[in-house]
Each structure stands twice: as structure tokens, then as C-alpha cells.
């Protein structure tokens, strides 16, 4: 394991320290925080990906997290101890708030309670309405940012460690992390931030790991092959051509429709291949059966029925 990487059970979080406040061009304010005189970063344990990637995207370019569950800390001893971290780091978030309150939050001897309120925590435990905990485990949140180019900051690597294909901007990221997923992180805190009077810290995904994915749908997935449903189409516009040119030889001088014309129609248009079209639908049979190369084929068109009219004789005057 890299010098510049710990386990969350090897922090002592009594030894993080604080830089100077620097204010940002948007008016707002960041502190650095260092551990040991260096950035604070950590491995976590294989954990899951609950929601997928979240964007927001109101104010300014899309930016881009992912919320990592804390579940199984009460079976996992490695998921246990970064939760325990994570609690421990907001407490000590807390206490430099009142030490440093001043400077900070420009307020003069306020209760712990008081900065309690006006800090958020890394660890999120979800509530309802009335602030009581729902029953699902505790989240947090990292952060996928992107560099100027579009790409992501974030290395990304496989099952075995083999780096995934290099994220330009129009990467589809939830395709590579979708609910569900499991990742091992490099994870790194990049300071305090200070806004609408509460304040509160950010932390980044610096590399992730894909251990696990479930199972789901990537490109076509359609088991029937397509030349197959053509010739299913072509069979049946066959059928169809050769019975409506079938009854159209069965009407007779007089117009009168032939008994069994109905049932040969039917017969036609269901799947099964008809019986050989009769001399007088040769025609349309040969037209029908180039729909194989794509070409569309109309049927016969039906001649209407003839219907006698007697006119009555004029009466003699």
C-alpha cells in the first residue's frame, strides 16, 4: 500500500490540521486539511453503489457523485471501521468549528450545538418526515469531478485491477456504475467548504475499483434473428396476395361471390403456406416473393361486385 494512502482504522483524527481560510472567486471560503503534512486519503473496503451516479447540474457545469453504502458493519469488521472513522472525523469537524468559530463561521463563543447545527456530515443517515431514521444503512457521498477537457479525475479499474477504457466527456459514467455496483476507493478529503453560513467537507473519488456490476442489459439482446421474422412476413404476404387473387376469379358473371371464397381467405392468412396459388395469382406470386430483398408488395386489388339493376319499363300512355 502506497505511503500516501491509510486504512481508516490507522487515522488519528485528533492529528488532522487546518490551513489558512482562502476566499474563492465566488465570494465563498475553503480551508485545506492535511494529515501528517499531507493530503488525507484513504482506502475503503468493497462497498456498494445504492443509487448510481447523481448529477447536478442547476447551477453552472454538471457535477457529477456517487453515494457508497455503509452496509454490513455489523458483520464486516473493515466496513465497521470506516464507519467508525467517518463518525470520529465529523466529531473532530465539529470541535474545529468552535476553535475556530471566528475565523470560520465569524461567530463569537457559540455552544457546540450551536456549530453542530451548522455543519454537515459526511456520514447520511436517511429520515422521514418527522427526523426519525429510516431502516436503511448510513451513505456517503464522493465526488467525481472532471477535469477541463471533460474527462474524469477518477482512474477506474476492472475486477483485476486493469484499467478501464479512459473517460472522455461524453462517457456514459452510469453505464460503469450503476446501482448496485460494488467498488473498492481511494478516497481524499479536499478541504473544508463555507457557504450560506453552514460549512461542511468534500471528499473525492481519487480511484475506483469495479469489483462487481449486476447484471444487466449492454447492446442488442434480441434472440430472434431478424432474416427469420422477413421470411415469416414474405411467407404471409404471399398467402394473402394469392387469396385475394383467388377471390377474385370466384365471382361470376352476375357478381354472385364464390361458397368457398371466405374460407380460402382465411386459410391464406394464417402462417401456414397455403396451397398453390391458382394460374390466374401466378403473377402476383412472383411480385410477393421479392419482399425478401426488401421490396414491398401490394395485393391485387379485388374487383367490386357487379349487382344488375332492372330499370322499370315506361308506362304507355
Not at 477537457?149 to 477504457?165: M, V
Not at 471528499?203 to 434480441?222: E, H, M, N
Request: hydrophobic share 40%; aromatic share 8%.
Amino acid at each position: 500500500m502506497s505511503s500516501l494512502t491509510h486504512f481508516p482504522s490507522d487515522v488519528n483524527v485528533s492529528s488532522i490540521e487546518f490551513g489558512p481560510v482562502k476566499i474563492l472567486d465566488s465570494g465563498g471560503k475553503s480551508v485545506n486539511l492535511r494529515y501528517e503534512g499531507k493530503n488525507l486519503m484513504l482506502e475503503t473496503p468493497s462497498l456498494s453503489v445504492p443509487y448510481g451516479v447523481s448529477v447536478f447540474d442547476k447551477n453552472g457545469p454538471p457535477k457529477f457523485s456517487v453515494d457508497l453504502s455503509l452496509r454490513g458493519a455489523d458483520e464486516d469488521a473493515k466496513v465497521k471501521a470506516l464507519q467508525d472513522f467517518l463518525e470520529a472525523f465529523d466529531e473532530r469537524m465539529i470541535d474545529a468549528g468552535v476553535e475556530n468559530a471566528g475565523k470560520w463561521l465569524k461567530m463569537a463563543n457559540p455552544s457546540r450545538d450551536v456549530i453542530k447545527a451548522f455543519y454537515t456530515p459526511v456520514v447520511k443517515i436517511s429520515r422521514d418526515q418527522s427526523g426519525n431514521p429510516k431502516p436503511y444503512p448510513p451513505t456517503f457521498k464522493l465526488a467525481l469531478r472532471k477535469k477541463k477537457d471533460g474527462a474524469f479525475e477518477t482512474d477506474f479499474y476492472d475486477g483485476t485491477q486493469k484499467p478501464l477504457a479512459t473517460f472522455a466527456k461524453d462517457t456514459p459514467i452510469d453505464q460503469i456504475l450503476p446501482k448496485r455496483t460494488q467498488v473498492t476507493s481511494i478516497i481524499q478529503c479536499t478541504g473544508l467548504w463555507f457557504a450560506g453560513g453552514k460549512y461542511g467537507t468534500t471528499w473525492k473519488a481519487v480511484q475506483l475499483r469495479v469489483d462487481t456490476q449486476p447484471d444487466q442489459i449492454r447492446g442488442p439482446a434480441f434472440k430472434t434473428d431478424a432474416a427469420d421474422v422477413r421470411a415469416f412476413v414474405a411467407r404471409n404476404t404471399v398467402a394473402a396476395a394469392a387469396a385475394a387473387a383467388s377471390a377474385a376469379a370466384g365471382y361470376g358473371d352476375e357478381g354472385e361471390e364464390d361458397d368457398g371464397a371466405d374460407s380460402g381467405v382465411l386459410d391464406a392468412v394464417l402462417p401456414q403456406i397455403p396451397a398453390a396459388a391458382p394460374v390466374a395469382a401466378k403473377k402476383v406470386v412472383a411480385a410477393a416473393a421479392a419482399f425478401e430483398d426488401e421490396t414491398v408488395v401490394e395485393a391485387v386489388p379485388v374487383p367490386k361486385k357487379t349487382v344488375k339493376k332492372v330499370v322499370p319499363a315506361a308506362k304507355k300512355a
